[in-house]
């Protein structure tokens, strides 16, 4: 399982790539709308900066044409970009036809097998199964990751990834890993509570007391032998 990021915000990129953890990005238009003044194209080549790794960069066209256009230039930005288009059929088409350029695509907003699957065929590098939004209509997000996952085995020529998205939660990760997810990609607060545990915090309180206990005994010990 690896981990990308799911933000434009390059604060939180530069912080949770100290961590060491960061295998890649992805973007979409709202998070870079939530940057106010933000340029798109300065801002992927910053994150690539950051991130040695795949960094999702989405288009907003819904036509394959105007889709692949925007592909193509984004693909100029970086060697890492990799073009995130909508589980549609004009999304397909794109991706088969950046695929013969050599770019690489995310299919974005994936919420059925059939989709999965189709994006495959097209020549996808990733699928992005967006299981939280399922997981609020009742529906088993985590049942579609295992279920695409079941199908990409059973067909060997098949080398999409499977990208578990719309991530709420840290358990969410640890089951798309145990449901077949290849990469999951998070929101930074999701990351931090990830890292996050009370008994933790209190066996750090624990053990700080006593070493802070023992330094006051040799204190006093050396205090009283002077």
Same mark, same amino acid.
């Given at each position: 399982?690896?981990?990308?990021?799911?933000?434009?915000?390059?604060?939180?990129?530069?912080?949770?790539?100290?961590?060491?953890?960061?295998?890649?990005?992805?973007?979409?238009?709202?998070?870079?709308?939530?940057?106010?003044?933000? #340029?798109?194209? +300065?801002? &992927?080549? /910053? !994150? @690539? $900066?950051?991130?040695?790794?795949?960094?999702?960069?989405? =288009?907003?066209?819904?036509?394959?044409?105007?889709?692949?256009?925007?592909?193509?230039?984004?693909?100029?930005?970086?060697?890492?970009?990799?073009?995130?288009?909508?589980?549609?059929?004009?999304?397909?088409?794109?991706?088969?036809?950046?695929?013969?350029?050599?770019?690489?695509?995310?299919?974005?907003?994936?919420?059925?097998?059939?989709?999965?699957?189709?994006?495959?065929?097209?020549?996808?590098?990733?699928?992005?199964?967006?299981?939280?939004?399922?997981?609020?209509?009742?529906? #088993?997000?985590? +049942?579609? &990751?295992? /279920? !695409? @996952? $079941?199908?990409?085995?059973?067909?060997?020529?098949?080398? =999409?990834?499977?990208?578990?998205?719309?991530?709420?939660?840290?358990?969410?990760?640890?089951?798309?890993?145990?449901?077949?997810?290849?990469?999951?990609?998070?929101?930074?607060?999701?990351?931090?509570?990830?890292?996050?545990?009370?008994?933790?915090?209190?066996?750090?309180?624990?053990?700080?007391?006593?070493?802070?206990?023992?330094?006051?005994?040799?204190?006093?010990?050396?205090?009283?032998?002077?």
């Amino acid at each position: 399982m690896k981990i990308y990021l799911d933000t434009a915000n390059l604060g939180e990129i530069r912080e949770a790539a100290r961590w060491g953890i960061l295998s890649g990005v992805t973007t979409n238009p709202s998070l870079m709308a939530r940057e106010t003044g933000a #340029d798109f194209k +300065e801002t &992927i080549q /910053e !994150i @690539a $900066a950051l991130v040695d790794g795949p960094i999702s960069a989405e =288009t907003v066209s819904e036509d394959a044409d105007g889709m692949v256009q925007e592909g193509i230039e984004y693909a100029t930005w970086h060697h890492n970009v990799i073009i995130k288009v909508p589980s549609t059929t004009d999304g397909l088409e794109a991706v088969s036809r950046l695929g013969r350029r050599g770019i690489r695509c995310n299919v974005t907003l994936c919420f059925s097998t059939s989709q999965a699957l189709m994006a495959a065929l097209a020549g996808a590098f990733v699928v992005s199964p967006f299981i939280g939004r399922l997981d609020d209509l009742s529906q #088993d997000g985590m +049942e579609l &990751i295992r /279920e !695409i @996952a $079941a199908v990409f085995e059973q067909n060997s020529e098949i080398r =999409t990834r499977i990208l578990a998205a719309s991530i709420r939660h840290p358990r969410h990760v640890v089951e798309a890993a145990l449901a077949g997810a290849h990469i999951a990609t998070c929101p930074f607060k999701v990351l931090k509570k990830g890292m996050r545990h009370p008994l933790t915090d209190k066996g750090m309180a624990s053990f700080l007391a006593d070493w802070r206990a023992r330094e006051v005994d040799m204190a006093l010990a050396g205090a009283s032998s002077g």
